[in-house]
């Protein structure tokens, strides 16, 4: 960034549109602005180095030395444990403004708690599980994401914390729902609202609702035991609300790829769409109606995916009332839409899956004229994919003719170049008649 | 109280708690290998790997149903129940009696879980399966292969008889070593290691 500032500096100065004086004092603006920056690469060499010594440190522990005895070995598991967060204080006390050695003793520390635990198992022959085993590292190093104000930590605890979510409900031989999970995310929701508060657009930040909108997205999954059928309705519901919070103002500062609930929501939403566009799919559905109705009200799922449904709406419908700060984009408008829609499939089939195409060619079209008038070349050719999708899909669904697929794939490969050749065109002439 | 020492109070609070987990964990079981009764558990080692936690042999027993009328038992599978042990003419445990509740009275007793309640056939009578909290015995990586292929051999040999030396307290159990005909796993690795070089 700065070769591409010092290059247009010497450009504007060329062609008179910058004085000399005035250019120096940009480049003068910007250099002081560059010493004092935190060297970003020394937090991060830092954090690095601090990661690999912890994983060594973890690797040569796991190599169990049988000849020491019991005491000697459990001396051993607690050095690292001391030295890091002999660290941490050192970090507290003497470099409390350094964000490296913040971060760095703070890494260290949670794997020399995992290098102690897992040391302590292997001494005392522990067999224990893997998710009691991640849930107490977790919670062991979740007071330094305050003490120690640490975002690497939190990231940490977050991985750990969907870990656990995910070794419960999905590995363990005989899943299980993972209720802890809702209150460990609680515990570190101060520090995501103070990250909010003080640095809101911050690439850290932007990074940390990408990785709490995955965790959510990855855990809801568990909550799917007997009544499976419900989870449709609550991942919809959950991407509907991720894309509602994505499109709020605060998150459309953010530049696209940092706009994680956006792009999350909006993915999940039309990939559930094109999935829930087979026909297939509701037939089975209504097939297991009798399961579905009366005994569900008390299932888990049917819980949870009434609670999102119902906030998906409720954040609708308030933030619809503050229209600048939110436009209901069509998208929002269909995850709402979904659940009726649910609801008639199960005893028809097949209306539910023509809604859904009807919903999914619409959507199409809309962002097809949005790009066509807003000369956006990336909407047009979104909508064109949409309706590409829908088409490709339906080929697997029906008993068209390979001839006549032939030709409807053939049109579909013309009308993209052409509708992208027509978009430019009109972009280089409009482009013209300014100049 | 200002900022800093809010802030100071927190870290040692942080560092005692992080400290004490541990210590707890280890003290638990100190006190039971110390002051528990030494129970021997005949078993069969195999040898799998476990990547954050070093590598182990899985130990499965022998002394693991519990031949009783099932129909108090059904659909309690995985549940923590408690098993009264005694030993065998041979000095070996075995499962005295299983209960539900956890026994008021002076006999050596450990918690374990119901792995499957078998409803009996004409090939064999109905029965408990337990599954034991040790079915670990955690080794150094070179030689937990050589473990095996010592056990292994002795099996063929016929006659050795492999167990899990485990002391029993309080309802906790921890394992306490692996012998075979007496002579505890890693000291044959090493005469098997040494002779062969």
């Given at each position: 960034m700065r070769k591409a500032l010092a290059k247009a500096l010497i450009e504007l100065v060329n062609e008179q549109v910058l004085s000399p004086e005035k250019a120096d004092e940009i480049r003068a603006y910007y250099q002081a602005k560059n010493e004092r920056a935190p060297n970003r690469l020394m937090i991060v060499f830092g954090i690095l180095g601090a990661l690999l010594v912890g994983l060594g440190v973890i690797l040569i522990f796991a190599h169990?030395?049988?000849?020491?005895?019991r005491s000697t070995k459990t001396i051993l598991a607690f050095v690292p444990l001391l030295m890091g967060q002999l660290a941490c204080g050192y970090s507290l006390w003497k470099?409390?403004?350094n964000i490296s050695w913040r971060e760095g003793s703070s890494t260290f520390l949670i794997f020399a708690i995992g290098a102690n635990i897992s040391l302590i198992s292997q001494i005392y022959h522990i067999s224990g599980s893997m998710s009691g085993f991640i849930l107490t590292w977790a919670l062991l190093s979740l007071p330094l994401v305050y003490v120690l104000r640490s975002s690497m930590s939190s990231i940490f605890y977050l991985i750990g914390i969907s870990w656990y979510a995910w070794e419960i409900g999905?590995?363990?031989?005989s899943s299980q729902i993972p209720f802890l999970y809702p209150l460990l995310l609680l515990l570190v929701l101060p520090h995501y609202y103070l990250l909010y508060k003080k640095s809101a657009s911050s690439n850290f930040t932007s990074f940390y609702h990408w990785l709490v909108a995955l965790s959510l997205i990855t855990v809801?999954?568990?909550?799917?035991?007997?009544?499976?059928?419900?989870i449709f309705v609550a991942y919809m519901s959950l991407f509907g609300i991720l894309f509602i919070i994505g499109s709020t103002r605060y998150f459309k500062e953010y530049r696209s790829l940092n706009n994680g609930p956006a792009i999350l929501g909006s993915t999940g939403t039309i990939l559930l769409l094109i999935f829930m566009s087979f026909h297939g799919i509701w037939r089975e559905l209504a097939d297991n109606r009798a399961a579905i109705l009366?005994?569900?009200?008390?299932a888990p799922e049917f819980i949870i995916a009434a609670l999102l449904s119902f906030g998906a709406i409720t954040l609708f419908f308030i933030l619809h009332r503050r229209q600048p700060v939110w436009e209901p984009a069509p998208l929002s408008w269909i995850s709402i839409l979904f659940i009726p829609i649910f609801f008639t499939g199960l005893s028809n089939p097949l209306t539910a899956t023509v809604l859904i195409n009807v919903l999914l060619l619409l959507l199409g079209l809309y962002h097809i004229r949005q790009g066509t008038q807003k000369h956006h070349l990336g909407r047009l050719n979104f909508g064109l994919l949409i309706i590409s999708t829908l088409i490709i899909c339906r080929f697997f669904d029906t008993n068209i003719s390979f001839v006549l697929r032939g030709f409807l794939f053939v049109a579909l490969g013309v009308s993209f170049f052409a509708a992208n050749y027509i978009m430019l065109k009109k972009k280089s002439s409009s482009a013209k008649k300014l100049s | 109280m200002n900022i800093k020492e809010f802030i100071f109070i927190a870290f040692i609070l942080m560092v005692l708690f992080q400290l004490f987990i541990p210590a707890q964990m280890i003290v638990q079981r100190e006190n039971v290998l110390r002051r528990g009764t030494a129970y021997k558990f005949k078993t069969a080692p195999i040898d799998p790997s476990d990547p954050f936690r070093g590598k182990y042999i899985d130990l499965s027993f022998e002394a693991t149903r519990f031949y009783t009328d099932i129909e108090a038992w059904r659909?309690?599978?995985g549940e923590t129940v408690f098993v009264h042990l005694s030993t065998d003419s041979a000095g070996f445990a075995r499962i005295q009696q299983i209960s539900l509740l956890e026994p008021a009275t002076e006999v050596d007793y450990l918690k374990a879980e119901i792995r499957y309640v078998f409803k009996g056939d004409e090939a064999e009578a109905s029965h408990i399966r337990i599954s034991y909290p040790f079915d670990r015995f955690y080794m150094e990586e070179s030689k937990a292969y050589e473990a095996e292929q010592v056990y292994r051999e002795s099996r063929r040999a016929g006659e050795q008889l492999t167990y899990a030396l485990v002391r029993i307290k309080g309802g906790e159990a921890v394992i306490e070593n692996v012998l075979i005909d007496g002579t505890p796993i890693q000291e044959l690795v090493k005469l098997r290691q040494a002779e062969s070089h």
């Open positions: 169990n030395w049988d000849d020491l005895s470099q409390r403004e999905y590995w363990h031989h809801l999954g568990t909550v799917a035991t007997d009544h499976e059928e419900w009366p005994e569900s009200l008390f | 659909g309690k599978q």
